[in-house]
């Protein structure tokens, strides 16, 4: 990592921050270049400039729709979309958009984030996604019976860059994620396949991957294999006797108590509300549970933009009250670790029938379960469907449909990117750079393909 994360904590020069939000971008972009040239620039400032004139492009590119556009674009997703519906959804902070030139530009996603926030819509979906995962209540209900549950998967991911950004003679550094031993992951029961040229990381890193760099002559993909377990244990934290429910997790250090920037920092907002939450309970474990339930309830489900065009990830949840999964579960390390409960990252993807998606929750530490986890944002989506059960079920529990790939936010490949990262908090997409630049997310592909989901 060529910049040190506590240098994003500076604020922009207000020129800066005046024309980036007015939409300027080609004047941001030559104030940026002024400062970076002059003498009274000091390192951490010109660290803090190099990081915002690296993602700007990604931000342009992340906006497409002006607001015709963007009607068009929500009315072939959901039935019968009115102007009038997008004010109001404007309103309610629902709808992400930028101005460029002082034009409103929406972002890409807003029309499944919309679906997402109004779920009474869902039957207004035009275009809904076939069902390829394994109904969470029935799980719930089988592991309640069984006190644990485990499942086998097996995986193919082809990462292939796209043939519009493809530079034939280019060397190209990968790195794809893979399963990490992990709670609910034992480390035995984890097989990588992968090419002869390819470096897997080491089982103890924090967020695992298989790398390749190969000189491409033609575009072709890079593929990697695994198979891995998923054990999960249920657990009643407010009911059962006092028991190490994983007790082959490391005990906590002291990292799990402390802040990480930019993202995981104890602002005096934070501080406030996490004390505000908290009341008159000392109790670690009631302590996390009032965290997971403000979070569950003031905090909807959105799609976010690009996380590394987020400044504060804890703060904008707390803020703006929405995120997605990783937002929601860094709001929750950071209030758990400002009360004193130690807590930590755990993320990679969500395993269907046949394909994969993108997951990140946490996990919390008290003296009589040991570690559990916490999935804000399947306990919130349970709550404003109705269902107390699930809800309840995602403080201290998961499902095994789930591989970890990450185990800690915001930390460095093995071996590092030499550029930027994409997403510098963890991976789930895969990266790639060749030997001038780090590339963006819309100039490459991973597709997963589940060939085993066996229960156990």
């Given at each position: 990592?060529?910049?040190?994360?506590?240098?994003?904590?500076?604020?922009?020069?207000?020129?800066?921050?005046?024309?980036?939000?007015?939409?300027?971008?080609?004047?941001?972009?030559?104030?940026?270049?002024?400062?970076?040239?002059?003498?009274?620039?000091?390192?951490?400032?010109?660290?803090?400039?190099?990081?915002?004139?690296?993602?700007?492009?990604?931000?342009?590119?992340?906006?497409?729709?002006?607001?015709?556009?963007?009607?068009?674009?929500?009315?072939?997703?959901?039935?019968?979309?009115?102007?009038?519906?997008?004010?109001?959804?404007?309103?309610?902070?629902?709808?992400?958009?930028?101005?460029?030139?002082?034009?409103?530009?929406?972002?890409?996603?807003?029309?499944?984030?919309l679906l997402k926030f109004y779920p009474e819509w869902k039957d207004r979906?035009?275009?809904?996604?076939?069902?390829?995962?394994?109904?969470?209540?029935?799980?719930?209900?089988?592991?309640?019976?069984?006190?644990?549950?485990?499942?086998?998967?097996?995986?193919?991911?082809?990462?292939?860059?796209?043939d519009d950004a493809f530079e034939k003679g280019e060397t190209y550094t990968?790195?794809?994620?893979?399963?990490?031993?992990?709670?609910?992951?034992?480390?035995?029961?984890?097989?990588?396949?992968?090419?002869?040229?390819?470096?897997?990381?080491?089982?103890?890193?924090?967020?695992?991957?298989?790398?390749?760099?190969?000189?491409?002559?033609?575009?072709?993909?890079?593929?990697?294999?695994?198979?891995?377990?998923?054990?999960?244990?249920?657990?009643?934290?407010?009911?059962?006797?006092?028991?190490?429910?994983?007790?082959?997790?490391?005990?906590?250090?002291?990292?799990?108590?402390?802040?990480?920037?930019?993202?995981?920092?104890?602002?005096?907002?934070?501080?406030?509300?996490?004390?505000?939450?908290?009341?008159?309970?000392?109790?670690?474990?009631?302590?996390?549970?009032?965290?997971?339930?403000?979070?569950?309830?003031?905090?909807?489900?959105?799609?976010?933009?690009?996380?590394?065009?987020?400044?504060?990830?804890?703060?904008?949840?707390?803020?703006n009250f929405k995120g997605d999964c990783g937002i929601q579960a860094v709001?929750?390390?950071?209030?758990?670790?400002?009360?004193?409960?130690?807590?930590?990252?755990?993320?990679?993807?969500?395993?269907?029938?046949?394909?994969?998606?993108?997951?990140?929750?946490?996990?919390?530490?008290?003296?009589?379960?040991?570690?559990?986890?916490?999935?804000?944002?399947?306990?919130?989506?349970?709550?404003?469907?109705?269902?107390?059960?699930?809800?309840?079920?995602?403080?201290?529990?998961?499902?095994?449909?789930?591989?970890?790939?990450?185990?800690?936010?915001?930390?460095?490949?093995?071996?590092?990117?030499?550029?930027?990262?994409?997403?510098?908090?963890?991976?789930?997409?895969?990266?790639?750079?060749?030997?001038?630049?780090?590339?963006?997310?819309?100039?490459?592909?991973?597709?997963?393909?589940?060939?085993?989901?066996?229960?156990?």
């Amino acid at each position: 990592m060529f910049y040190h994360p506590e240098n994003l904590l500076i604020p922009l020069p207000e020129d800066i921050l005046r024309a980036k939000n007015a939409g300027e971008f080609d004047l941001c972009l030559r104030l940026i270049e002024r400062k970076l040239a002059s003498p009274r620039t000091n390192p951490m400032l010109k660290a803090r400039l190099e990081y915002e004139k690296q993602t700007l492009p990604r931000l342009i590119k992340r906006y497409p729709y002006d607001r015709k556009a963007a009607l068009e674009v929500a009315k072939k997703r959901i039935s019968g979309f009115t102007e009038a519906e997008l004010d109001e959804a404007e309103l309610e902070g629902q709808v992400d958009y930028i101005f460029v030139r002082g034009e409103k530009r929406y972002v890409s996603h807003f029309a499944g984030s919309l679906l997402k926030f109004y779920p009474e819509w869902k039957d207004r979906e035009l275009v809904p996604s076939g069902k390829d995962s394994p109904d969470l209540d029935e799980f719930i209900a089988e592991i309640k019976q069984n006190g644990e549950a485990g499942y086998r998967f097996s995986v193919t991911s082809s990462f292939k860059v796209e043939d519009d950004a493809f530079e034939k003679g280019e060397t190209y550094t990968v790195h794809i994620p893979v399963p990490a031993p992990s709670a609910q992951q034992a480390a035995e029961d984890i097989v990588i396949s992968a090419d002869a040229d390819a470096y897997i990381s080491l089982a103890g890193a924090y967020q695992r991957t298989v790398c390749y760099r190969r000189t491409l002559s033609e575009n072709a993909p890079f593929d990697v294999r695994f198979s891995y377990t998923s054990r999960l244990k249920y657990v009643r934290p407010f009911e059962d006797a006092p028991r190490i429910v994983y007790p082959l997790v490391p005990a906590p250090v002291p990292e799990d108590l402390e802040q990480q920037y930019p993202h995981i920092v104890f602002t005096p907002y934070l501080t406030n509300l996490a004390k505000m939450i908290a009341g008159d309970e000392t109790r670690p474990l009631y302590l996390a549970r009032r965290v997971y339930d403000y979070i569950t309830t003031f905090v909807r489900y959105s799609f976010m933009r690009t996380y590394s065009l987020i400044e504060n990830h804890a703060q904008y949840a707390a803020v703006n009250f929405k995120g997605d999964c990783g937002i929601q579960a860094v709001l929750f390390i950071t209030l758990c670790r400002i009360l004193g409960i130690p807590a930590r990252w755990q993320s990679g993807l969500t395993v269907g029938y046949k394909t994969t998606g993108n997951h990140d929750w946490a996990m919390f530490y008290t003296d009589e379960f040991g570690w559990l986890f916490a999935d804000p944002s399947f306990g919130g989506g349970a709550k404003r469907n109705g269902s107390e059960e699930r809800w309840n079920y995602y403080f201290s529990n998961l499902d095994p449909f789930r591989m970890v790939a990450n185990r800690a936010y915001y930390k460095d490949f093995d071996p590092p990117k030499r550029f930027l990262r994409y997403d510098p908090t963890d991976n789930q997409n895969g990266e790639v750079e060749t030997g001038t630049h780090g590339l963006d997310s819309l100039e490459y592909d991973k597709t997963d393909t589940v060939t085993e989901f066996t229960k156990l």
